[in-house]
């Protein structure tokens, strides 16, 4: 075989044999195959696309590219979710400590942020004392002794997706329906769960701009992951906006617990409201999703909502989240007390300059704006400012006035404040006919 050959195959749009594909995966992982020729080969596959088959041989063939968590010690169904990426997506730590405190166990490898979107791992270390790096032992130990655990993502886990994934970033070709959808799932799959959620972003600050294309991505994970013996769903999430109000490391950790004291779910803040509400369906899918793939025993939407829902308005969900970070030497009590948590020297009021209902959002630079203030990173060895980020007070189809607070910065450089609250306000549309905020939940695929 050779991989010119296979370059000339793809591009003129024929489809591969496994093979084939076990052959570019595992040639390029060992680095006999160069970057240029794989890039061509990528190139391809953006252009013609991949048959259901191939994607599935190209996830099964990176997934197998390094090692394979082995969760076997830990008892009972283990669950999983990953998003496919967003600005002020702080979930993790509210659907985490919901099933953990119901008794599923959740062992997950998180990512740190890059680029416009933040990453769960940064995010809690702004808890002070959060070890992100426990030893494969603890990891397990703390998962069957609490049912949750979460850490970085460690050891040799799909290099082929490390490799390729860096690739893809300096070659235009990211956004690739099967280029995604293998991604993502090798690494689900290398991984380990049994359940897995899929929290597929669709709008201005996701990959897939658009539902239809959302939708195709989703089905294709849901049909691995089905296909792979682990009980998968796909939700397609409204990503328009910032999910919430907050976004910033802290800050994002500040307003998950927030979430996790509602007492009362229905009287909340439309922020909130959008960020609860896309919470408790992943959670809910996950309490079914482990229910099913346990016992067989088949559980309405409703009554898993209801459970999780429960699972907050009793505390029980805080309750765990403190007790799961206090296990990684985290400080519990910023959790009771998110006040304590790191807090920037300027907190600063940003009023738009007209009036009239708020229309849309280029969500991605509400992400970009974050990363100015010094909360993201630009290259992997940059360091980020804990503290710092973006309180937004209106959403689409609120009315705002020019003497009402838009949003708030929270920033410790005095010298940036002034191009944030410019980049913040040249994100959002001001109109004057009242728009209606996109669906937060637009589809579920099973
Ligand atoms: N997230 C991933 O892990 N891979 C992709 O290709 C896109 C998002």
């Known amino acids: 075989m050779r991989m010119y050959d296979l370059i000339m195959k793809k591009r003129n749009n024929a489809e591969h044999s496994k093979e084939e594909i076990r052959y570019i995966i595992d040639k390029f992982t060992k680095g006999e195959i160069p970057d240029y020729q794989m890039s061509a080969w990528l190139m391809s596959v953006y252009f013609n696309g991949m048959t259901k088959e191939e994607t599935l041989e190209l996830t099964n063939a990176m997934a197998d590219s390094g090692d394979r968590l082995d969760l076997s010690k830990i008892n009972g169904v283990k669950?999983?979710?990953?998003?496919?990426?967003?600005?002020?997506?702080?979930?993790?730590?509210?659907?985490?400590?919901?099933?953990?405190?119901?008794?599923?166990?959740?062992?997950?490898?998180s990512g740190r942020g890059l680029g416009h979107t933040g990453g769960t791992i940064d995010k809690l270390e702004a808890i002070e004392g959060f070890n992100v790096a426990i030893s494969e032992e603890d990891f397990i130990n703390n998962v069957n002794n609490i049912k949750l655990s979460l850490v970085g993502q460690t050891g040799n886990l799909a290099p082929a997706d490390k490799k390729i994934y860096a690739l893809r970033d300096v070659t235009a070709t990211v956004d690739s329906l099967p280029l995604i959808a293998s991604s993502i799932m090798s690494k689900k799959l290398a991984a380990g769960a049994d359940v897995i959620v899929l929290d597929v972003k669709c709008g201005s600050g996701a990959f897939m701009k658009d539902e239809a294309s959302a939708k195709e991505l989703a089905k294709t994970m849901v049909e691995i992951g089905n296909g792979a013996g682990r009980k998968t769903y796909g939700i397609i999430t409204d990503m328009n906006e910032p999910l919430g109000c907050k976004v910033g490391n802290a800050l994002e950790v500040y307003e998950a617990v927030e979430v996790l004291k509602l007492k009362n779910l229905e009287d909340v803040d439309f922020g909130i409201k959008r960020l609860l509400e896309v919470s408790l369906t992943l959670a809910s899918y996950m309490l079914m999703g482990a229910k099913k793939y346990a016992s067989d025993e088949t559980l309405s939407y409703e009554e898993a909502r209801k459970i999780c829902e429960e699972a907050i308005t009793s505390g029980k969900a805080l309750d765990k989240f403190a007790e799961f970070a206090a296990a990684q030497g985290g400080d519990s009590k910023m959790l009771y007390n998110p006040e304590l948590l790191p807090k920037a020297k300027y907190i600063v009021p940003v009023y738009a300059s007209k009036e009239g209902y708020v229309a849309s959002c280029k969500t991605s630079e509400v992400g970009m704006v974050s990363l100015i203030l010094g909360g993201g990173r630009e290259t992997k060895e940059s360091i980020i400012d804990l503290a710092v980020g973006i309180d937004i007070r209106k959403h689409i189809g609120d009315y705002v006035k020019t003497d009402e607070v838009f949003a708030y910065i929270h920033a410790d450089d005095e010298a940036v404040i002034k191009e944030a609250e410019k980049r913040l306000l040249g994100a959002y549309e001001i109109s004057d006919e009242k728009i209606e905020p996109e669906k937060i939940i637009k589809y579920v695929s099973e």
């Open 79 to 109: 669950v999983d979710k990953h998003s496919t990426g967003g600005v002020g997506d702080k979930t993790t730590f509210i659907v985490a400590p919901i099933l953990a405190s119901l008794g599923i166990p959740m062992a997950k490898m």
